[in-house]
């Protein structure tokens, strides 16, 4: 048996470096990552999912779409929105005042979705 730790990394750069429909698998399954592994290991899930969920945010444009991707991920950004969030409340929004206004403005949409 894998801890799934070990593919956290991997699929962090999977999911901020694929296009298409790969992408947004990825960034589901990153999703099903934190959900699992946030409670054992939280400083190492923020440190290396918040770099893919600031690109995914900062990158997409009003239709959902990520330029060059060819495929709406706004799905699959939503799904991992909400799940650091679930996973780490406030502080989630806390670490996102300190990134440029239109992410944190993305961010704050796809948690009200939740809502």
Not at 1 to 11: A, I, M, R, S
Not at 28 to 47: I, S
Not at 78 to 88: C, E
């Amino acid at each position: 048996h894998l801890d799934n730790y070990l593919l956290l990394q991997p699929f962090c750069t999977k999911a901020q470096f694929l296009s298409g429909r790969a992408k947004q698998d990825m960034t589901e399954r990153l999703a099903d990552l934190v959900t699992e592994l946030h409670p054992r290991k939280p400083y190492a899930v923020e440190q290396k999912v918040l770099v893919v969920l600031w690109h995914l945010l900062g990158n997409m444009t009003n239709s959902g779409s990520l330029p060059g991707a060819g495929g709406n991920t706004r799905a699959a950004t939503a799904k991992l929105s909400k799940a650091l969030f679930a996973q780490m409340g406030q502080s989630l929004l806390a670490h996102a005042a300190a990134q440029p206004p239109h992410i944190k403005k993305s961010l704050e949409e796809f948690l009200e979705m939740a809502a």
